[in-house]
């Protein structure tokens, strides 16, 4: 079976730097994304991790550890539009019958 | 560029009712996929397609059954609704390339079953 743990909900204000941890337990890996989601409106993507090592995207990165089934996402420069839930998704193969495994979701909250 | 699109946005359906979701994308995308998102829940697969003519089971396939007739659209049916499938839809699609992992979602189907 699938699983990914990622925390319900994460505090912080503006200007800060959050961190978003996943760990996952999944029969198949082939690797780890971060998609945000605002207002329960369509979830968009942000990264993608397949190798060990951090992604960055301007104010956002990803890292993976494989070895340690674990990934994050770091948030720096927080704004106030940053708060939006943010799900990590894992997808356990790399063609065929792939799907792709999300988590619960985190919920950001940003405070001035 | 319309990307994702799904048809309807809400519906309030009684008990035993029957209904059709239709998702609807542009890109050429081998792989579709139905989600529901409950609170607290995440988005949970329903079924997915790998291509035209192809459909598997997700993680939570009761009570659903899905075509993918055309490459560029995947239904899902409800043919007698509970109250228990109250739920937001999403609908996603995806390319088969490998190394793409990027999924594309619909705006959501707000589903009340009353």
């Known amino acids: 079976g699938q699983s990914l743990e990622q925390p319900s909900e994460v505090t912080a204000v503006e200007g800060a730097i959050v961190q978003i941890n996943c760990t996952y337990q999944t029969s198949g890996f082939y690797g780890l994304s971060w998609y945000q989601q605002h207002d329960g409106g369509a979830p968009t993507f942000l990264s993608y991790n397949a190798l060990d090592g951090l992604e960055e995207t301007g104010r956002f990165s990803s890292f993976l550890s494989r070895s340690d089934s674990y990934g994050y996402l770091l948030l720096q420069e927080l704004q106030m539009k940053d708060s939006a839930s943010y799900f990590c998704?894992?997808?356990?193969?790399?063609?065929?019958?792939?799907?792709?495994?999300f988590g619960k979701g985190t919920m950001l909250l940003v405070s001035p | 560029n319309a990307g994702v699109t799904q048809t309807p946005k809400f519906r309030v359906l009684k008990t035993g009712q029957s209904m059709t979701l239709l998702c609807a994308q542009d890109?050429?995308?081998?792989?579709m996929y139905w989600y529901r998102q409950d609170p607290g829940m995440g988005l949970r697969l329903i079924h997915y397609s790998v291509g035209e003519g192809t459909t598997a089971k997700g993680e939570v396939p009761d009570g659903y059954n899905v075509s993918r007739l055309k490459k560029q659209n995947f239904l899902l049916g409800l043919e007698s609704a509970a109250p228990s499938q109250t739920s937001v839809y999403f609908c996603?699609?995806?390319?088969?390339?490998?190394?793409?992992?990027?999924?594309?979602f619909g705006q959501g189907t707000r589903l009340t079953v009353v």
């Open positions: 996603a699609s995806n390319t088969r390339t490998t190394g793409n992992t990027e999924a594309f």
């Open positions: 890109m050429n995308h081998e792989y």
């Open positions: 998704a894992v997808r356990d193969h790399p063609s065929g019958y792939s799907t792709l495994t």
